[in-house]
């Protein structure tokens, strides 16, 4: 062969090259459709728990890295070890805690993420004035809340 095509395609690159380009982030794949997943094999056992589908790769692999620190501890290998905030002590959760807690930060990372970008790029969902996201806006809990204004009707 004449190293332009084989098995391949046209691609020149090595099968390790064309892996890291799909895969940017440990434990995390994109789906056909463009969704990023990510799921974690369960230690000693042959099921995996399932973390969730996010807009953004980063998303998935902070999803992951929650998980994968709640099952492995703090020698776990992780995507953004610089990152990595514990809210609780490690020990033997259930995979369904696990999961739930890797699903809230990936939830949130995606909603910042996304939320970022809209604001970065100035576009307006039609129909919604957004003034700032839902995770910048801190209302004081401790407030009574006021009544919204009202058109000229009392």
């Given at each position: 062969?004449?190293?332009?095509?084989?098995?391949?395609g046209?691609c020149n690159?090595?099968?390790?090259?064309?892996k890291?380009d799909?895969?940017?982030?440990?434990g995390?794949r994109?789906?056909?459709?463009g969704k990023?997943?990510?799921e974690?094999?369960?230690?000693n056992?042959r099921?995996?728990?399932w973390?969730?589908?996010?807009s953004?790769?980063v998303?998935a692999?902070r999803?992951?890295?929650?998980?994968?620190?709640y099952?492995?501890?703090?020698?776990a290998r992780?995507?953004?070890?610089?990152l990595?905030?514990?809210?609780?002590a490690?020990?033997?959760?259930s995979?369904?805690?696990?999961r739930?807690?890797?699903?809230?930060?990936?939830?949130r990372?995606?909603?910042?993420?996304?939320?970022t970008?809209?604001?970065?790029?100035?576009?307006?969902?039609?129909?919604?004035?957004?003034?700032?996201?839902?995770?910048?806006e801190?209302p004081?809990?401790?407030k009574?809340?006021e009544?919204?204004?009202?058109?000229?009707?009392?």
């Amino acid at each position: 062969m004449d190293g332009t095509t084989g098995e391949n395609g046209p691609c020149n690159c090595s099968p390790e090259k064309r892996k890291i380009d799909q895969r940017p982030y440990k434990g995390i794949r994109m789906r056909k459709w463009g969704k990023w997943v990510a799921e974690i094999r369960e230690p000693n056992k042959r099921s995996r728990i399932w973390l969730g589908s996010y807009s953004t790769p980063v998303a998935a692999a902070r999803a992951y890295d929650t998980a994968v620190y709640y099952l492995r501890g703090p020698s776990a290998r992780l995507n953004f070890p610089e990152l990595l905030t514990s809210d609780g002590a490690l020990g033997e959760l259930s995979a369904a805690s696990i999961r739930k807690k890797a699903i809230e930060v990936g939830a949130r990372v995606d909603a910042e993420t996304s939320c970022t970008s809209l604001h970065m790029s100035g576009t307006r969902v039609p129909g919604s004035e957004l003034k700032a996201c839902w995770f910048q806006e801190k209302p004081d809990l401790n407030k009574k809340p006021e009544p919204e204004e009202q058109d000229g009707e009392l």
